[in-house]
């Protein structure tokens, strides 16, 4: 998109329109008025030779230039918002600010919950946008400054990224409460001997399973391989599968929960930024909020086994 014959100032009228569907809301959220937001629409029709929406119901719905359009826009946009942010000062209460996020591990899913609600109440303004970047990825995304943060597995990216290790994730063999084994004691041998399914964001290659039995001699061939693990906890409750998963995640579907027979060690979730936005104040700020939500993390975790144990 070419923004040199644009005024930017219409950027945020297509933006919001194109999100709420409705000129009304639209106007509300910008604080503008209605006809404000019509005549910015009439004019942004003008420059892109297109209606860009028509009318559907009591709302609107884009048209195909529009829904081509927007990821150019939505790009200019996050880069004008962070453009804005004073470096030397970030105020996370008036922040508008977006972070582009990507996550891929089981520790994500416990941090953005919590950063989510966390926000809520200190960054009310601030908006987190995650995705699912496929790891060969990642490294130039941050390179490019497409990406602020990314959590993932350790030893992920190169010598030009900065790390730091969030929290481990101790795993467990997840299985229905009415499976035969529920309530005994997994051995080696019984281990291996169940039926498994695995979760891995990779179509090739071995799974955590896979690589599990193939350090002891063992081959497993899941019967099912899926790319998260919510799905894959829900078969387990209705089937007689068995899942190796992490414990703070398989702890929230009400299965059964048993220790693994062997030392397996639990993966470290990583935070990766790049060396060049490591003096940000913004990225600064959202770095320690991860980090503290992560020790909370850690600490229940630790209170929860230290109550099983007792």
Known sequence: MNLRTIDLNLLPVLEAVYDERSLTRASEILRITQPAVSNALSRLRVHFEDPLFVREGRGVKPTAMAEALMPAVRE?????????????????SRSTRVFNLSAR???AFLIAP???????QVAPGVR????QLHRSAVAAELASGRLDLAIDVSDLLGMDMEREVLLSTPYVCVLSPDHPQADQALTPDSFFDLRHIAVSSRREGRSLIEELARTFGRRITPAQRLPNYM??????????????APRQIA??????????????PSPESTLYWHRENAGDPALTWLRSLIRDISRDLEKSQDHAESAAAS
């Not at 987190?128 to 995705?131: D, G, K, M, T, Y």
């Not at 829900?234 to 190796?244: D, K, N, P, W, Y």
């Open 128 to 131: 987190i946008l995650w995705s």
């Open 114 to 120: 919590a950063l989510a609600a966390r926000l809520e």
């Open 105 to 107: 591990d089981a520790g």
């Open 251 to 264: 702890e929230t579907a009400g299965l059964a929960l048993l220790d693994l027979p062997f030392d397996f």
């Open 231 to 244: 799905p894959a906890l829900e078969i387990v409750r209705q089937t007689g599968f068995a899942l190796v």
């Open 76 to 92: 200019a946009l996050d880069k004008l918002r962070s453009g804005l942010e004073p470096r030397s000062v970030f105020e996370p």
